[in-house]
T-cell receptor, first 119, second 115 residues
Framework: AQKITQTQPGMFVQEKEAVTLDCTYD???????LFWYKQPSSGEMIFLIY??????QNATEGRYSLNFQKARKSANLVISASQLGDSAMYFC????????????????FGQGTILTVHP | ETGVTQTPRHLVMGMTNKKSLKCEQH?????MYWYKQSAKKPLELMFV???????ENNSVPSRFSPECPNSSHLFLHLHTLQPEDSALYLC??????????????FGEGSWLTVV
């Protein structure tokens, strides 16, 4: 079963507006971490924001915020005041804490969402 | 400037060639990873090293051979690859291997084309 689902292959947003990128996940672990990464066309995978499963408050990092709804197993990324430089592929990823002590923190990624910001 | 650097950024190799990808992290991390990103597929974990010891091999074919001489350097040796191995290879590192909160930082990737 797919563990990370990003249902939006592509999204468009007008410059200076906010956009929400969807992510749902599946895990039986109680302790896990959720991450969002940005990948421009150059290929580099840039860390944006992290949310721990036990964190009670939604994570925020500058213009990025994570709308974490644990019961629904969703971790949507909200980008406020979009900029042209935000155009890129965005990946949601999950790190499960421990699978018998051998997982060693590997990330499971979704398929990604291509965001295009229009001027 | 990223704390994880990869060389070369672009590589074209024939199926009979032997080449290597190099990764170096300047973040003082203990764990290093190789991921593969193919077109239209999610990123796939290939190998994990923790304190120079390989802790995970995600059923990767033997034509990919990793090497981790120390906690700061990671190599991926390539030999007799197939065209379907053409992909973006991403190196990453993290502070520790345990705990879901340890952020994994990636390099810029090495674009590999097998002809």
């Amino acid at each position: 079963a797919q563990k990370i689902t990003q249902t939006q292959p592509g999204m468009f947003v007008q410059e200076k507006e906010a956009v929400t990128l969807d992510c749902t996940y599946d895990t039986s672990d109680q302790s896990y971490g959720l991450f969002w990464y940005k990948q421009p066309s150059s290929g580099e995978m840039i860390f944006l924001i992290y949310q721990g499963s036990y964190d009670e408050q939604n994570a925020t990092e500058g213009r990025y915020s994570l709308n974490f709804q644990k019961a629904r197993k969703s971790a949507n990324l909200v980008i406020s005041a979009s900029q042209l430089g935000d155009s890129a592929m965005y990946f949601c990823a999950m790190r499960e804490n421990n699978a018998g002590g051998t997982s060693y923190g590997k990330l499971t990624f979704g398929q990604g969402t291509i965001l295009t910001v229009h001027p | 400037e990223t704390g994880v650097t990869q060389t070369p950024r672009h590589l074209v190799m024939g199926m009979t060639n032997k080449k290597s990808l190099k990764c170096e992290q300047h973040l003082g991390h203990n764990a290093m990873y190789w991921y593969k990103q193919s077109a239209k597929k999610p990123l796939e974990l290939m190998f994990v090293y923790n304190f120079k010891e390989q802790t995970e091999n995600n059923s990767v074919p033997s034509r990919f051979s990793p090497e981790c001489p120390n906690s700061s350097h990671l190599f991926l040796h390539l030999h007799t690859l197939q065209p379907e191995d053409s992909a973006l290879y991403l190196c990453a590192s993290s502070q520790g291997n345990r705990g879901s909160g340890n952020t994994i930082y990636f390099g810029e990737g090495s674009w590999l084309t097998v002809v």
